[in-house]
């Protein structure tokens, strides 16, 4: 027994209905969006993303974009970035120029912050060479700047006995791992016979010491 063909235009006619029931949960999340309902907006595009499945053509690949860039601005209310930076690379695989896109996943790596601020750098500056009037962009780009060149400061003294001192001074006991961390560094110095004087004279040895003392276990350890 002979199978009857699928009607012409039958496949077009799917495709188009999962547009079209995925423009309305796209509508949904727009409005959950626009309440503050992040985590239900980010539901709802992604509800959008599955109705639309593996539908085809030009339509169907701008809306699918739209989607992965809105549900990228849910996860970076939500503090999500790995989440937004994934939704974002997703969008620049199938359209490199997708300036949201851009701007979302420098978000997302300013986010992610220390070493990862170098590639929101290069995205805000892909953002400006394709949109030079892009004000966020711009914004984003100095703000990111300033915080890269803070950063290199940073590291800088960070490898001196003086800057090792000011930084764990400052902090008042505060950021408990962070000054761990510097204690480790400051103990590794006064093993360098060249700089042993200068951290005798910065009192780096008895800071150190008293560290070791200490019953908290986060500054005890890395001195010992």
Known sequence: MSVAPPPVGGEEAAGADDEARAAELKAEGNQHFKDGEHEAAAERYGAALAALGGAQGAGA?????????????????????????????????????????????????EQLAGDRLDDAMKDYLRLLHLDPGNKPGAAAAARVRERLQAQQSERAQGGTVPGLLARISARRGADVEESATDLRRLAGLTAEPGKAVHVARERAIPLVSAAAASSNEALAAPAL
């Open 61 to 109: 690949a701008a809306q699918r974009c739209a989607l992965l860039s809105n549900r990228a601005a849910c996860y970076l209310a939500l503090e999500r970035p790995a989440d937004a930076e994934a939704d974002c690379d997703s969008v620049l695989e199938a359209d490199g120029s997708h300036v949201k896109a851009l701007y979302r996943r420098g978000q997302a790596r």
